[in-house]
């Protein structure tokens, strides 16, 4: 019998492990930070967390009704109504920190108004917001998270020992926990039909073909503002140029009446009447999983999101009307920073060029979310083939 002294399988296991154990401390952080993220503890009443309003069973948004169709997110007091609709988090790890271009123009940051520069920093808000979590201060979320001995072993193995005695050293190690999960594969899954379309292991369907022509086309201008960069096919797209945008959403009457929502203009880094009205332009990815639309889900249906474009594109009786209210769109808050310019750009779409658009972005969605899909609406399905954007035959 021949004895060899190193089994042959060792070294590559040894191999395998290596990487896997670098790279354990932070799964470690991560784990951590998911755990902080499902807590209710982490609310005054206890009756929610992170999770709440950004469901992992629901693209990481808020899938209740809140009495509002979905518009707003209610808070842990049962009775608070926020005033935006809580966007899908997933793909949130892909904003860059906040910073003003070289050409004056703002880039990034997270909420809709860029006002936290980092998800650590964005993360230490819902925690303390009256509405939201509605702990009272920061020291009242350490004492909370003082309540879990492992929280506290976990953080101070990661930050040191002592960190939770220090309220800004406290709030930066679970803020950083949280971060870290939100930075993880979850919620980075790159793994919908046109990701998988672009590794070569789909073919999209005819509708979904078309619309992705139509979108990455000159047709529209959806490129210029849901583009990294316009007129560039990459893999890994965010679908936004994370830059902040006036489309003149008007606001959403189911709402009590609230101040109009300046978006940009509120934020405190920011001083300049032309950042009034302006929201950074929402990633495409789930989108037909995350209804309702705009920054005061003021849209019920993806349709009305992409029809209400047309009246920047063409002035008929048709195009002044929101299909979904049979009434006028309702008034614009900041008309003087509204982008005629790159929203005139193209040609408007009808019906048939939004059941495209529609099919495309449905092919956006994570592949775990492909179950919420609804259901497409043959029946308003003309039957009159597709136009000048069909595939060519290669
Ligand atoms: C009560 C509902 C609610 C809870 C609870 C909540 N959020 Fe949010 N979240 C929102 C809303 C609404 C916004 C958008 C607010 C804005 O732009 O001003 C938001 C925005 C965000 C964003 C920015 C997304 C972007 O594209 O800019 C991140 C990241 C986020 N939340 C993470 C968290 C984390 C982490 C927690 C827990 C510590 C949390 N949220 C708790 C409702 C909630
Ligand atoms: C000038 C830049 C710009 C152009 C051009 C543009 N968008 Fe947008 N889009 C935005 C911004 C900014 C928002 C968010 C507005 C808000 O919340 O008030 C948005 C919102 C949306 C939403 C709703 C997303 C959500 O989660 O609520 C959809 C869908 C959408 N756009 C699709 C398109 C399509 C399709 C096109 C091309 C026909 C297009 N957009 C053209 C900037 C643009």
């Not at 070294?11 to 395998?16: K, R, Y």
């Not at 609709?85 to 271009?101: E, K, L, R």
Request: one cysteine or more; aromatic letters at 8%.
């Amino acid at each position: 019998m021949r004895a060899s002294p190193v089994p042959p399988l060792l070294p590559v296991l040894i191999a395998l492990l290596l990487p896997a154990a670098a790279q354990a401390a932070d799964d470690g952080l991560a784990a951590l930070g998911r755990a902080l993220f499902f807590d209710t503890r982490l609310s005054a009443r206890g009756t929610q967390s992170c999770a709440t309003c950004h469901d992992p069973a629901h693209a990481f948004a808020d899938a209740r009704d809140n009495g509002t169709a979905g518009a707003v997110s209610l808070g842990d007091d049962g009775s608070s109504l926020g005033t935006r609709n809580a966007p899908s988090i997933a793909y949130a790890a892909t904003v860059p920190p906040f910073a003003i271009d070289a050409d004056g123009g703002a880039r990034g940051g997270l909420f809709l108004d860029g006002r936290a520069t980092t998800l650590a920093a964005q993360a230490a808000a819902p925690l303390v917001d009256p509405r939201e979590m509605a702990l009272a201060d920061h020291g009242t979320v350490l004492a909370r998270v003082r309540e879990n001995p492992w929280y506290v072993s976990e953080l101070e193995r990661h930050f040191g020992a002592g960190v939770l005695t220090d309220e800004g050293d406290g709030m930066a190690a679970v803020t950083a926990a949280i971060a870290a999960f939100e930075q993880g594969p979850p919620f980075l899954a790159y793994d919908s039909r046109y990701d998988r379309f672009l590794a070569g292991e789909l073919a999209l369907t005819i509708e979904e073909e078309l619309g992705r022509r139509l979108f990455f086309s000159d047709l529209t201008n959806c490129m210029q503002c849901h583009l990294l960069e316009a007129n560039r096919v990459q893999a890994r797209e965010a679908f936004t140029d994370h830059r902040y945008h006036n489309i003149g959403v008007p606001a959403n009457p189911a709402l009590s009446a609230t101040a109009d929502d300046p978006g940009l203009g509120a934020n405190p880094a920011v001083d300049d009447a032309d950042a009034m009205g302006r929201f950074r332009t929402p990633t495409l990815r789930n989108v037909a999983v995350t209804a309702p639309y705009m920054h005061n889900g003021v849209f019920a249906e993806l349709a009305t999101a992409l029809k209400f474009y047309n009246q920047y594109l063409v002035d008929n009786a048709e195009v002044r009307i929101n299909p979904e209210t049979g009434q006028a769109w309702g008034a614009r808050p900041f008309p003087h920073t509204i982008e005629h310019e790159m929203l005139g750009r193209g040609q408007p779409l009808d019906d048939t060029r939004v059941r495209h658009l529609i099919a495309f972005l449905r092919a956006l969605t994570d592949r775990r979310y492909e179950r919420l899909l609804p259901p497409l609406d043959i029946a308003s399905a003309p039957s009159h083939g597709a136009e000048e954007e069909e595939p060519r035959h290669e």
